[in-house]
């Protein structure tokens, strides 16, 4: 296993076991060669909740549970330049604004600065935020740390939903845990042998049941890429996971959520592979650019294509719209049912709708 798939899976690991945030963490700063890093689940209208290195975690405290967090210029700034990579955050703000802000000012006495940051807008309507640090007399972060810092978005904004729904607290009750949040849930061992399951995942519709307690996705598209999914998670170093759209049996719609379970995540579900959450369908609204991009890597052009569809146009009303012509658009919408598993408008859509429903 390379040293970056390990830390993937550490990453995995921390989504579900809140407690090894900050060994992830720990692990990420190593890794990128930075002084430190944080990890925040924001609101608007609460204190944040927080992990981080050690170096950081006083500064982090008071940051919290004072009132810095309120009105920090560059929390809003990060927030409202709505880019879901890492972003250099002394570009947020001007030199005399630098001079008032409490994190530069705390920054600096640590002896840190060019703090990169990228803060991921969730469903649950909070911002799950990533911070490095580098110490101040290092400089910013090489090129070639950036682009491995981008690299591992994904990873994060998808152990970032799940921290944020969980809250950062140890899901005891495994499954159960997830079905007071109202998701259907279940956790599959090697061999597709269903380890655990809460009684909304029983329900649905969506799942059908098996000999030797294996089950199967309705559909077959969504299945043969479910099975795939779960072989990788068996290989050596696999890391899978994925967002199905799903057809049951009353043709309602729904989606399938499939995170790896990894190190001691894995101890915590009697050694399973995979957990799966399925969320149904809920109003259908523009989505959110930073969010789509953090959970399929999909790019300025082909969210806006998605903006579109979902505000109810055909394809070739948009390209009546300008300045992109329909063949472009085909081919941009070919490249979103790759990056989000889906093979129609209709699943594509049922998917973005059930981004939704993980606001309850």
């Known amino acids: 296993m390379s040293e970056i798939d390990a830390l993937v899976d550490r990453i995995y690991e921390a989504a579900l076991l809140p407690e090894r945030w900050e060994p992830t963490l720990e692990a990420l700063r190593e890794r990128s060669d930075s002084a430190s890093a944080a990890l925040l689940l924001m609101r608007l209208d609460q204190p944040p909740r927080h992990r981080g290195t050690a170096l950081v975690q006083p500064a982090l405290r008071q940051f919290c549970e004072s009132d810095a967090w309120r009105s920090n210029l560059r929390v809003s700034r990060l927030a409202a330049r709505g880019d879901p990579g890492f972003l250099l955050a002394d570009d947020c703000l001007s030199e005399r604004e630098k001079d ?6 705390t920054l600096k006495r640590l002896g840190l600065g060019f703090q990169v940051g990228m803060m991921i807008p969730m469903p649950t309507g909070e911002f799950v935020t990533f911070t490095l640090e580098r110490w101040r007399q290092a400089g910013p972060h090489p090129p ?5 810092i981008d690299a591992l978005r994904p990873h994060l904004a998808r152990a970032g939903l799940m921290a944020a729904r969980l ?23 090697p061999g597709e042998r269903l380890v655990a399951a809460n009684a909304g995942f029983l329900q649905s519709t969506a799942i059908l049941a098996l000999a030797r307690d294996r089950i199967a996705l309705q559909g077959s598209a969504a299945d043969a890429e479910f099975r795939r999914i779960l072989a990788a998670t068996l290989s050596a170093g696999g890391v899978a996971s994925r967002s199905l759209p799903l057809r049951d049996r009353e043709g309602l719609a729904s989606v399938v959520h499939l995170l790896p379970l990894r190190g001691a995540a894995r101890d915590l579900f009697t050694g399973a592979r995979l957990l799966l959450v399925i969320t149904g369908i809920g109003p259908l609204r523009a989505p959110d650019g930073a969010l789509l991009t953090s959970l399929f890597d999909l790019t300025p052009a082909e969210i806006r294509l998605v903006r ?26 070919v490249s979103v049912f790759r990056k989000t598993s889906t093979a129609r408008q209709s699943e594509l859509l049922a998917l973005i709708a059930s981004l939704s429903v993980m606001q309850r």
Do not use: C, F, N, Y
Request: charge should be neutral; aromatic fraction near 2%; charged fraction near 15%.
């Open 167 to 189: 809250g950062l607290e140890r899901a005891q009750a495994a499954v159960e845990t997830l079905q007071t949040l109202g998701l259907p849930a279940a956790v599959v061992a």
């Open 308 to 333: 579109g569809l979902v505000a109810g146009h055909t394809l070739k009303t948009i390209a009546e719209q300008g300045p992109v012509a329909l063949s472009t658009l085909r081919t941009q919408l």
């Open 100 to 105: 008032g802000d409490w994190v530069e000012q």
């Open 144 to 148: 070639p740390m950036r682009r491995l």
